[in-house]
Nanobody
């Protein structure tokens, strides 16, 4: 059974940084494109960033471009989201998801396997 587990969330002050991890068990992450998504209360799930299976293609939402960086370590079966210069509007539950078609996509319907999410709160 495919399982994704996010970690690294927490409470951080504006301007701070966090690194989220998305670890896979039961399958090899190398064969999947990975997306990071977030959902704030009362809002739709938003595609934040994605990376193709090879790592050769990445994409970011305009709201995080220049502040967030996605990367993958296939040897550790893990994908990371480095988040810098965090803002209160980045507060949300962050999810990672796997796309069997290996592409870089930020569209939630493209993803069949999801993690349980990790809370990120940016507040002073």
């Amino acid at each position: 059974q495919l399982q994704l587990v996010e970690s690294g969330g927490g409470l951080v002050q504006p301007g701070g940084s966090l690194r989220l991890s998305c670890a896979a068990s039961g399958f090899t992450l190398y064969y999947y494109g990975i997306g990071w998504f977030r959902q704030a209360p009362g809002k739709e799930r938003e595609g934040v960033s994605c990376i193709s299976s090879s790592g050769g293609s990445t994409n970011y939402a305009d709201s995080v471009k220049g502040r967030f960086t996605i990367s993958r370590d296939n040897a550790k079966n893990t994908v990371y989201l480095q988040m810098n210069s965090l803002k209160p509007e980045d507060t949300a539950v962050y999810y990672c998801a796997a796309d069997v078609k290996k592409r870089c996509s930020r569209a939630p319907p493209d993803f069949g396997s999801w993690g349980q999410g990790t809370q990120v709160t940016v507040s002073s």
